[in-house]
């Protein structure tokens, strides 16, 4: 009997001492806040797309007790919650993608970039250009997961919004005004390269086509590869460069937004300007355009023999002035300036938004004034997706028109 109480005794003092003093995993626990949550975006081909979702906690997570149904992604556009697809999750202690875990206190969420809420940009078919969305994500834990130290994380009802927003290369872009002797303002933006003391680098231009039009709000770095292919880590390995992204201001008085003035000679300006801002080669400067660019390209070639080394106008025209239906008969005076320029030009043979045989015919005259100096890439029909008008995307990604591009000099 003695024994027994004695027992009922220990196991009474056992269980006051659970209550009290509870097991430092479970305090652990508790005493972990909701992390901080930051989305990862990554400027591809057709523009801007969440990438992945970072989570910052206040102590390392175990990687190895993480899934990808720990969590739920929701993005909010116009009031309708819509889920995205989660493709890995991991740890790591640099918060940004690596495909693999390592210990720390960042959680990876890798999300499909093909989910149709993927994209940061909806056009506005209004207007013609690309509105920037308000990114509002939601992130849920739905299990439970262990921090390093095997402190049990519990799944919760609570979500946590993301707060902030990281797009490599195009954050390395800083904004600026440039303003030409008449007043115009001109928003660009512009990449620096890494520097060394006493060297000069080369500098390229993009002009952006009509749906990237805005107040400075950076769209022109955010719908398409134009500007920061030249500001990738891989490019600037080979050839670093400064890179300036000219943005064009919404209005209705210029249906050519970069051929037509005062745009036109303000890029000019602008590219003299910060030639001698900075250190430039001023040998190996580039302008490459897409669409209206690639029309202020072709006028920005023959107006300016003395300021660039090569051009690469692609999907444009350039009589612009006698254009019907985005098509212009070739001017002859156009032609005997432009004969010995290097030019790459690119177009789709089902474009029909701007006609491919703008670009055919102009090549065509160049080479029948013994111009041996320009370049043409004409891509079947099907084969530029979603619409022959964008032969950017594989012109972007053209290694042997990048490696020609940086070979020119004046």
Same mark, same amino acid.
């Given at each position: 009997?003695?024994?027994?109480?004695?027992?009922?005794?220990?196991?009474?003092?056992?269980?006051?001492?659970?209550?009290?003093?509870?097991?430092?995993?479970?305090?652990?626990?508790?005493?972990?806040?909701?992390?901080?949550?930051?989305?990862?975006?990554?400027?591809?081909?057709?523009?801007?797309?969440?990438?992945?979702?970072?989570?910052?906690?206040?102590?390392?997570?175990?990687?190895?007790?993480?899934?990808?149904?720990?969590?739920?992604?929701?993005?909010?556009?116009?009031?309708?919650?819509?889920?995205?697809?989660?493709?890995?999750?991991?740890?790591?202690?640099?918060?940004?993608?690596?495909?693999?875990?390592?210990?720390?206190?960042?959680?990876?969420?890798?999300?499909?970039?093909?989910?149709?809420?993927?994209?940061?940009?909806?056009?506005?078919?209004?207007?013609?250009?690309?509105?920037?969305?308000?990114?509002?994500?939601?992130?849920?834990?739905?299990?439970?997961?262990?921090?390093?130290?095997?402190?049990?994380?519990?799944?919760?009802?609570?979500?946590?919004?993301?707060?902030?927003?990281?797009?490599?290369?195009?954050?390395?872009?800083?904004?600026?005004?440039?303003?030409?002797?008449?007043?115009?303002?001109?928003?660009?933006?512009?990449?620096?390269?890494?520097?060394?003391?006493?060297?000069?680098?080369?500098?390229?231009?993009?002009?952006?086509?009509?749906?990237?039009?805005?107040?400075?709000?950076?769209?022109?770095?955010?719908?398409?590869?134009?500007?920061?292919?030249?500001?990738?880590?891989?490019?600037?390995?080979?050839?670093?460069?400064?890179?300036?992204?000219?943005?064009?201001?919404?209005?209705?008085?210029?249906?050519?937004?970069?051929?037509?003035?005062? &745009?036109?000679?303000?890029?000019?300006?602008?590219?003299?300007?910060?030639?001698?801002?900075?250190?430039?080669?001023?040998? &190996?400067?580039?302008?490459?355009?897409?669409?209206?660019?690639?029309?202020?390209?072709?006028?920005?070639?023959?107006?300016?023999?003395?300021?660039?080394?090569?051009?690469?106008?692609?999907?444009?025209?350039?009589?612009?002035?006698?254009?019907?239906?985005?098509?212009?008969?070739?001017?002859?005076?156009?032609?005997?300036?432009?004969?010995?320029?290097?030019?790459?030009?690119?177009?789709?043979?089902?474009?029909?938004?701007?006609?491919?045989?703008?670009?055919?015919?102009?090549?065509?005259?160049?080479?029948?004034?013994?111009?041996?100096?320009?370049?043409?890439?004409?891509?079947?029909?099907?084969?530029?997706?979603?619409?022959?008008?964008?032969?950017?995307?594989?012109?972007?990604?053209?290694?042997?028109?990048?490696?020609?591009?940086?070979?020119?000099?004046?």
């Amino acid at each position: 009997m003695q024994r027994r109480h004695f027992a009922l005794v220990l196991l009474s003092f056992v269980f006051l001492l659970t209550i009290v003093f509870p097991s430092s995993s479970s305090a652990a626990a508790s005493d972990v806040p909701a992390p901080q949550a930051t989305l990862l975006t990554q400027v591809q081909p057709l523009g801007e797309v969440v990438s992945a979702v970072v989570l910052k906690y206040s102590t390392n997570i175990d990687g190895a007790s993480l899934s990808t149904s720990s969590f739920q992604v929701q993005s909010v556009l116009n009031d309708v919650y819509t889920d995205r697809t989660v493709t890995g999750v991991y740890t790591n202690d640099s918060g940004i993608i690596t495909n693999r875990s390592t210990h720390g206190k960042y959680v990876v969420i890798e999300l499909d970039t093909q989910d149709k809420n993927a994209s940061t940009l909806t056009y506005d078919a209004t207007s013609g250009v690309n509105r920037i969305n308000t990114l509002n994500y939601y992130i849920s834990q739905k299990k439970d997961f262990a921090t390093q130290k095997k402190a049990v994380i519990p799944a919760t009802a609570q979500t946590v919004k993301a707060t902030d927003k990281v797009t490599p290369i195009v954050d390395d872009f800083q904004k600026n005004t440039f303003e030409n002797k008449d007043g115009f303002k001109l928003n660009y933006f512009t990449f620096e390269p890494k520097v060394e003391s006493g060297k000069t680098y080369p500098l390229v231009v993009f002009l952006h086509g009509n749906g990237e039009r805005g107040d400075g709000n950076g769209v022109n770095l955010l719908a398409n590869a134009g500007a920061v292919t030249w500001a990738s880590p891989e490019q600037q390995a080979k050839h670093p460069s400064f890179v300036i992204a000219p943005q064009s201001p919404i209005d209705l008085e210029h249906k050519f937004i970069w051929a037509d003035e005062p &745009r036109n000679s303000a890029v000019a300006d602008l590219v003299r300007e910060t030639a001698l801002k900075y250190p430039i080669d001023t040998n &190996r400067i580039y302008i490459v355009g897409i669409s209206q660019g690639a029309m202020g390209t072709w006028r920005l070639l023959e107006k300016n023999l003395d300021l660039f080394a090569a051009g690469v106008p692609i999907a444009g025209l350039t009589n612009y002035e006698k254009a019907v239906n985005m098509y212009a008969p070739v001017d002859p005076k156009h032609v005997e300036v432009l004969k010995n320029v290097p030019i790459w030009a690119f177009h789709a043979v089902d474009d029909t938004s701007v006609s491919p045989k703008n670009s055919q015919e102009m090549v065509a005259a160049i080479q029948a004034q013994n111009g041996n100096l320009i370049h043409f890439t004409e891509y079947e029909a099907g084969i530029i997706k979603p619409v022959g008008h964008f032969s950017w995307v594989p012109a972007l990604q053209n290694q042997d028109m990048i490696e020609w591009l940086f070979a020119q000099k004046k």
